[in-house]
């Protein structure tokens, strides 16, 4: 699976990126984002882009949404097996786990799928700049945050420090 997850990544690079620096380009050559990405790189060119933009929408639907939507049919599997645990805590327990998994995938999948499944021009440069540096940047460091505080010392270590840091008295 994760030799297929490669090759269809590196796959799916190579050909966008060889098209899209394919196509003409004229005018600035400065690209006005955070990223080197192919909407960043498509605002450059003088040709018509819209083939490439809708190859880029096709890829982008079979990249993102075929592995989220695999991903909330298996969780709700797991709830089934979740909820016909009789006991509480063990519950309990088994939704924590699956909770901070299901907010890293939110956290990726929800601005990558914002980013990648919306016409190029319905947002502004600005915003697309802000969702691209969310998911490339804030969620990878957010990931060792949100699996931590799972752990109980590291609860207990968090409650502590939260009050010094919002409410410091001099």
């Given at each position: 699976?994760?030799?297929?997850?490669?090759?269809?990544?590196?796959?799916?690079?190579?050909?966008?990126?060889?098209?899209?620096?394919?196509?003409?380009?004229?005018g600035h050559?400065?690209?006005?984002?955070?990223?080197?990405?192919?909407?960043?790189?498509?605002?450059?060119?003088?040709?018509?882009?819209?083939?490439?933009?809708?190859?880029?929408?096709?890829?982008?639907?079979?990249?993102?949404?075929i592995p989220?939507?695999?991903?909330?049919?298996?969780?709700?599997?797991?709830?089934?097996?979740?909820?016909?645990?009789?006991?509480?805590?063990?519950?309990?327990?088994?939704?924590?786990?699956?909770?901070?998994?299901?907010?890293?995938?939110?956290?990726?999948?929800?601005?990558?799928?914002?980013?990648?499944?919306?016409?190029?021009?319905?947002?502004?440069?600005?915003?697309?700049?802000?969702?691209?540096?969310?998911?490339?940047?804030?969620?990878?460091?957010?990931?060792?945050?949100?699996?931590?505080?799972?752990?109980?010392?590291?609860?207990?270590?968090?409650?502590?420090?939260?009050p010094r840091?919002?409410?410091?008295?001099?």
């Amino acid at each position: 699976m994760a030799a297929f997850s490669w090759f269809t990544g590196f796959s799916n690079s190579v050909l966008q990126s060889s098209l899209t620096l394919n196509m003409p380009h004229c005018g600035h050559q400065e690209v006005d984002h955070f990223f080197c990405e192919v909407p960043a790189l498509l605002k450059l060119s003088c040709a018509d882009t819209k083939p490439i933009e809708a190859e880029l929408f096709f890829f982008s639907v079979l990249i993102l949404l075929i592995p989220v939507t695999l991903i909330l049919i298996s969780y709700g599997f797991i709830a089934q097996a979740v909820l016909k645990i009789r006991s509480a805590e063990g519950r309990q327990k088994a939704f924590g786990t699956c909770g901070s998994h299901m907010i890293v995938v939110s956290l990726f999948y929800g601005t990558a799928i914002y980013m990648y499944l919306q016409p190029p021009s319905s947002t502004s440069k600005d915003w697309g700049k802000m969702v691209s540096l969310f998911y490339g940047i804030i969620t990878p460091m957010l990931n060792p945050l949100i699996y931590s505080l799972r752990n109980k010392d590291m609860k207990e270590a968090f409650k502590r420090l939260m009050p010094r840091i919002f409410f410091c008295k001099k």
